[in-house]
């Protein structure tokens, strides 16, 4: 994701790049016990902060810091009216090496872009929290325009989050390169061992019940098995798998798929059975306002429906949108939808309340 755009497309797929995906056979691919969050684990001492996981299906819902109109007091704000059927916002983007002294609020230094100071963005937060207890809101940490995550600094963000009384964190690692190849019929990319640091290190600064979730590629749980040769072929294929497999997949409590920005041959349908057979906890299926970054895609409402239908029958834990104030070009229709028509058509599908109610107050 970047300030723009839903993902950085033009990033994900490279000429070279089916080439990286060795062709063979497709064999089911195994289970991995790396994939299983532990069942109530303690929360510890010291948390800092959040309720953890909301109960039922999931809206999950990015809210682009930069879009925001300045207001006078936290209370007035577009965050603090959100509607209750958002189960879960995502604040974006703080820089993976962001720079924040406990207790300031200060928001220079953090890579967010609200309009308003700390102190409002603080009571913007604690007023949606008294209007929809049950909202988790999250600082989303990366995106394609913060790729950089050799200084991430795991406990300065924990300080943020201690400070806003926020209830985790969401990893947006979107390297520029990963590197990811298949050798054998299983996926290794350069990222690998620095995303299952990030992961960990997030998971130690920012214990449960604070969640912890991650932004992952449309295609990141392909390259294997039955999806050894699932399209669109990228240089992102399984950039998620290493982290899967390993003891790190254990301090994850939501995997968001970027279902999106990967063209006409792209099935979500495909992708959520991959990322399910790998990753055993919670995992969305994302949305995108059209037009999309990469690829030519514009969702339809009816194909929002039939996503929607999907994550429900093979009990996924809801859907995601990128993002709340993005708008389409042209008028909005449900051939060419607006976060609002988005937002409805999930809200109803899920069943999450009263879909009426604006998505931007």
């Known amino acids: 994701m970047t300030r723009s755009l839903g993902l950085a497309g033009f990033l994900v797929f490279s000429i070279g790049c089916s080439a990286a995906m060795s062709p063979g056979p497709a064999p089911s691919p195994p289970s991995h016990g790396g994939g299983t969050p532990s069942p109530n684990p303690d929360p510890g001492s010291g948390n800092p902060g959040g309720s953890g996981m909301p109960s039922g299906e999931l809206f999950v819902g990015y809210l682009q810091s930069w879009s925001q109109p300045w207001k006078a007091t936290g209370a007035e704000t577009q965050l603090a009216h959100l509607p209750g059927y958002l189960d879960v916002v995502n604040l974006t983007f703080m820089r993976p090496d962001a720079s924040y002294v406990a207790g300031s609020h200060s928001l220079s230094g953090t890579g967010l872009d609200f309009p308003y100071d700390g102190p409002t963005l603080r009571d913007a937060i604690a007023a949606l929290h008294g209007a929809h207890p049950g909202t988790r809101v999250l600082v989303s940490v990366g995106g394609a325009s913060y790729a950089t995550w050799t200084n991430f600094n795991a406990a300065t963000v924990a300080a943020f989050i201690t ?3 926020l209830d985790g964190v969401d990893l947006d690692y979107e390297p520029a390169n990963p590197s990811c190849a298949a ?3 299983h996926v290794t990319c350069g990222s690998d061992a620095e995303l299952i640091s990030v992961v960990s290190a997030f998971r130690a600064a920012i214990p449960r019940p604070a969640m912890v979730s991650i932004a992952s590629w449309s295609v990141g749980a392909y390259g294997e098995g039955a999806w050894a040769n699932a399209q669109p072929a990228s240089a992102y294929a399984g950039i998620s798998l290493a982290l899967f497999r390993s003891n790190a997949a254990q301090a994850l409590d939501l995997v968001n798929v970027m279902s999106y920005d990967a063209g006409p041959t ?26 999309e970054a ?42 060419n939808p607006d976060a609002q028509l988005l937002a409805s058509a999930v809200c109803t599908k899920l069943s999450l309340g009263d879909c009426t109610a604006p998505i931007v107050p």
């Open 163 to 165: 400070d806003f009384a």
């Open 294 to 335: 990469w690829g030519g895609h514009i969702v339809t409402i009816g194909e929002v429906q039939s996503l929607a239908d999907t994550v429900m029958a093979n009990h996924a834990a809801g859907m995601m949108l990128w993002s709340i104030e993005k708008q389409p070009s042209g008028a909005a229709s449900p051939s």
């Open 183 to 185: 050798t054998g019929g």
């Open 266 to 291: 792209y099935d979500p349908a495909q992708a959520l059975a991959a990322y399910q057979s790998y990753f055993k906890g919670a995992v969305v299926m994302g949305v995108e306002v059209p037009p």
